[in-house]
């Protein structure tokens, strides 16, 4: 039943669109390979798109605060994009903050931002 | 009309059916997407808890009338260990998990009303609803 997420390669960034609900075992698979994709490919920077999810949970929130924190220590910069009004709002009435992380509006507003981090 | 339907959790796959099942109820009574989602995410940390805490459960969801405005009622039951101190696990930030699960503070949140009962050793059952307004 568990499906990966694939994870593109640009210049010297990633960029990864979470497509579909995010299960458990998924959120962690797709920890692991976003790791090991950073560690082949050398990249210094990964936007991740979340445009399509509708909801986040406290887990996938966990998962994905742990990999920005990850992918920092393999000296990465992570920038997400497309997170819904809705999501938004249940992520600050949860009581979760995804702090220092990142964020722009969308996936072209992303890709400058995150190329402005790695200028900096 | 009291339309029931229900998810026994025993896997981490039925937290994903139960809030499948719960998005899918919140639109047929007529919720907005930023409703549609306070509810998938309690039920989605409902039944993380029951999976995490009481191993099984099962998570009910009914479509009530209150007065003449439609809602939803999310019943997360288990037989499990119960909770020691309600006051403390309603307390923001407190953990048994290491940070898995946000808590029942943040589901009180997201819903309207929301009710725990507790037996030390015979296990738990929380209620929550929240109206169409």
């Known amino acids: 039943m568990m499906s990966r997420i694939p994870i593109l390669k640009l210049r010297d960034c990633l960029i990864v669109s979470i497509q579909w609900e995010l299960d458990d075992q998924t959120a962690l698979a797709f920890q692991e390979d976003l790791l090991d994709k950073l560690h082949t490919t050398a990249a210094r920077g990964v936007v991740l798109d979340l445009t399509p999810i509708d909801f ?39 009581g979760i903050r995804l702090e220092n992380v990142v964020t722009a509006l969308d996936l072209e507003n992303g890709l400058e931002k995150l190329e402005r981090e790695l200028e900096d | 009309m009291n339309l029931r339907s229900s998810v026994d959790i025993i896997t981490e796959w039925d937290i994903v059916a139960a809030r499948q099942l719960g998005r899918n109820e919140a639109k047929d009574v007529g919720f907005g997407t930023v409703d549609q989602a306070r509810i998938t995410t309690a039920i989605s940390e409902l039944a993380r808890n029951i999976y995490l805490y009481a191993g099984k459960g099962k998570i009910e969801i009914r479509q009530v009338t209150e007065g003449n405005l439609r809602g939803l009622l999310v019943i997360a039951s288990d037989k499990g260990p119960g909770i020691v101190d309600v006051r403390k696990v309603m307390e923001d930030g407190y953990t048994t998990s290491g940070g898995l699960g946000a808590g029942l503070p943040g589901v009180k949140r997201l819903m309207d009303d929301f009710k725990i009962e507790t037996v030390i050793g015979e296990g738990t059952t929380i209620s929550a609803s929240k109206l169409l307004r």
């Open chain 1, 56 to 94: 986040i949970d406290s887990f996938i929130a966990k998962v994905l605060g742990d990999v920005i924190s990850m992918s920092g220590l393999m000296g990465a910069k992570v920038v997400i994009t497309g997170i819904q009004p809705a999501v938004a709002i249940t992520l600050i009435e949860l």
